[in-house]
């Protein structure tokens, strides 16, 4: 339960990181381009102004920037490699860019790292000079540092919100459930206290009258001492069942195994058949069915939805057994043709620690918690069980994993 919650809580803040950096971090990429996008807007003003007058370049430059207010440096380039700054702005042009930088500015605008980037955009005019046009970027970049680092902090404090927040609900959900564990606890335990009181009650009772002296007649002992015997047995498998229960429900990591459910549940059907030749028994198991768990727990289901076959139904009673896949769905249906169940205890999703007709199962000698180990077992192993009215008269259990 506590491996799962945090899973939960987990994957809640890897959600909330993702969907917040992805959202956060797509704005804020697409903020800084819009503003490089803008500089290369005024780049290309000046620079489109300059080509319509090719005559006066330097002077058509300087018109347009000062026109337009740009913050933009104007600087020429010789053939010889001399840089002269025509206009001067915040950007402090000290030497030229390499040569394969000043090429690809020719064709589009291009960021220059430098002691302050900028982005820059060259024109070639008469007499083999070039006309180089730079604006700082530097605001932009700071901005989307600052831009960055506030996503980062909304991010955290968003993983500190959805933490918190996946924790409250856990913990209430986890609440509802301890309740509802402790309250079906309660009952359980009620019933095997019960259960434990009568076997007790019949052994005290024999062990006084024999101590006493108070059953004379020698058959009437052999008698007294048997009911005695039977008592204490029927007490061993309660018992064996309680701790059965207990190791299912404990278990922190339980076995797991591959099982071929296909051949555990033909062994155990031809088991049933061999003790119970008296019936008709009609099997339809696909083959090669497999589930990962315990093959000892699989194997106990098995035997306790048999037993209380034998137990509880005529000797002649028909038995079908059903192992079906159906895509990724494995059905187990397991069938008798005897008396049933009262209409009230046909339900699908059995919850553990739970219990059925008590009398009966005290009358054939069970511990009662037949149906607990089954829905035990059956919740291991991630299933659904349920109890219907099965068309040969009796009882169908349904095992959905």
Known sequence: MKSKSYRFILASALI?????????????????????????QQLATIADFIRLNPNSPVSAALDIASEQDFNITIALSSLSGELSIINESQLPLTQ?????????????????????NYRLTSLDISGGDRLLLAQSVKSIEESFTS?????????????????????????????????????????????????????????????????????????????????????????????????????????????????DLSELVHAYAHDFQVLNSGRSIQLAIDPEISITGSRDHLGRLLQNILNNISRHTPSDAPVRISLRKTGKKIRLVIEDGGAGLPESSYRDGIELLNRFDAARSRSNGGSGLGLSIIAAIVHEHEGILSLRKSDLGGLAVEITV
């Open 16 to 40: 909330t990181t993702a969907l917040s950096l992805l959202i956060g971090g797509f704005a804020t990429v697409s903020g800084k381009n819009e503003k490089v996008a803008r500089v290369d």
């Open 96 to 116: 030229l860019p390499d040569p394969p930088t000043i090429a690809r500015s020719l064709i589009s605008p291009v960021t220059v790292v430098a002691t302050e």
């Open 147 to 259: 831009n960055l680092s506030r996503l980062f902090g909304f991010t955290a404090a968003a993983d500190i919100a959805a933490i918190t927040l996946s924790y409250l609900v856990l913990r209430r959900n986890t609440r509802r459930l301890e309740a509802d564990s402790l309250a079906r606890m309660q009952r359980f335990l009620a019933d095997a206290s019960h259960e434990l009181r009568t076997p007790l009650t019949v052994i005290k009772g024999y062990s006084e009258m024999l101590g006493k002296g108070q059953i004379k007649d020698s058959a009437d002992q052999l008698r007294a001492f048997e009911r005695v015997n039977s008592e204490i047995v029927r007490m061993e498998n309660l018992i064996h069942d309680l701790l059965l229960l207990a190791e299912l429900g404990e278990t922190a990591d339980p076995v797991e195994e591959e099982v």
